[in-house]
């Protein structure tokens, strides 16, 4: 790790204030190939990449170079690497607040995977961007910038883990990637922002109050839990073929309110039946999944079947949720307690 030290012509206040920039890598540390137009992600390091924003000046700071990946490229093992670095860094009084950089494609299953790890930390914000720092319009250095003033904020206090990306700040459990290209590329479908922030000041609306903490648990094996996305005319063969190979757990998209082909019911019967956990969400962006149907295939039968209702959220949050829940040797009812 290195440290920016560069203070001065500012109030106590802010200089109090100790910030950990833990880069991961992605198209926010990236450069393009001038020859053949492909970008190359995480060779910018982190220290490179901070003393590019006027601000350091305002507070301490401290740079640690964690990956340089990918966020495709990122396994369970390294979040829980992420999670105790931060864990860690405010038992010790290391900093007042964290900034992580991160790619945007696997963005929000980290920061939903913090949320529900971190315990009763200081603000955590998560932050990346659409074009590398060095092209023209790059959103880069604003929205490192805009995390810096959310992650020193006095507002920031108790609000869970954050996402800010287009001046913009997103509760974890609500975040989504929503374009995959446009520099506006996150939103909570269904709720919004729970903030924003206007020059320099961070102004939060709403407080999302998540009381779901889950530990680590078994760290020495990684749950293997598989997503499948259904669509007209699916039979459960995807399901066979996850069981086949070992599946700790299941994660179904269905249709609307939570319904499945009815060619795929047998499959789902049958993973319910040898005890795996089976969590139904949907494929819809908003909404919840309950059980207002009742026909072969619907959520309500599959519900009596002992498949776990999802609520609202997407597959790729529900995966996570799963994980630690398996990691953490959950029965099936407190799994379903949990969602």
């Known amino acids: ?45 982190g220290f490179s990449l901070a003393s590019l924003i006027p601000s350091w000046k305002d507070f301490s700071c401290e740079v640690h170079d964690l990956f340089q990946l990918p966020s ?20 010790e009084e290391k900093c007042t607040g964290v900034v992580l950089t991160h790619g945007t494609d696997t963005l929000e299953e980290t920061a939903y995977f913090l949320d529900l790890i971190l315990q009763n930390n200081g603000p955590v914000v998560l932050t990346g961007s659409q074009l590398p720092p060095e092209e023209i319009a790059s959103d880069a250095l604003r929205n490192l910038q805009d995390s ?15 996402v800010v990306f287009n001046g913009k700040i997103y509760a974890a459990a609500e975040v989504i990637k929503i374009h995959t290209s446009n520099l506006d590329a996150f939103g909570a479908p269904g709720w919004g922002p729970i903030g924003y922030l206007d020059e320099k000041e961070v102004v939060y609306k709403r407080v999302v109050n998540n009381h779901v903490k889950l530990a680590l648990g078994n760290m020495d094996k990684e749950s293997k839990v598989y997503i499948i996305k259904f669509a ?50 949907s494929r819809c962006y908003e909404g919840t999944v309950r059980g207002v149907y009742d026909y072969k295939g619907s959520a309500a039968q599959l519900e009596r ?25 959950m029965s099936i009812t407190e799994i379903k307690n949990l969602f």
Do not use: Y
């Not at 105790?84 to 038992?91: G, L, P, T, V």
């Not at 959310?150 to 869970?160: N, P, R």
């Open 1 to 45: 790790m290195e440290t920016l030290n560069r203070i001065g012509g500012v109030t106590l206040k802010n200089i109090q204030k100790k910030i950990l920039l833990i880069t991961t890598g992605g198209t926010i540390a990236s450069k393009k190939d001038r020859q053949t137009g492909q970008i190359h992600s995480g060779v910018i390091s």
């Open 72 to 91: 495709g490229h990122l396994t369970m093992s390294n979040l829980r690497k992420v999670s105790q670095i931060i864990d860690q860094a405010f038992k």
């Open 148 to 162: 810096l003033q959310v992650a020193i904020s006095e507002e920031s206090k108790d609000k869970g883990v954050v």
């Open 232 to 281: 007209l005319g699916m039979d459960g063969c995807l399901i066979d073929m996850a069981l086949k190979s070992g599946a700790d757990g299941l994660v179904l998209e269905g249709f609307g309110r939570g319904q499945i082909p009815p060619e795929a019911v047998g499959q789902v019967k049958e993973a319910v039946n040898h005890g795996i956990p089976v969590v139904l969400t």
């Open 305 to 329: 079947l002992g498949v776990i209702l999802g609520n609202d959220l997407p597959g790729q949050k529900a995966r996570i949720k799963l994980m630690l829940a398996l990691n953490n040797q």
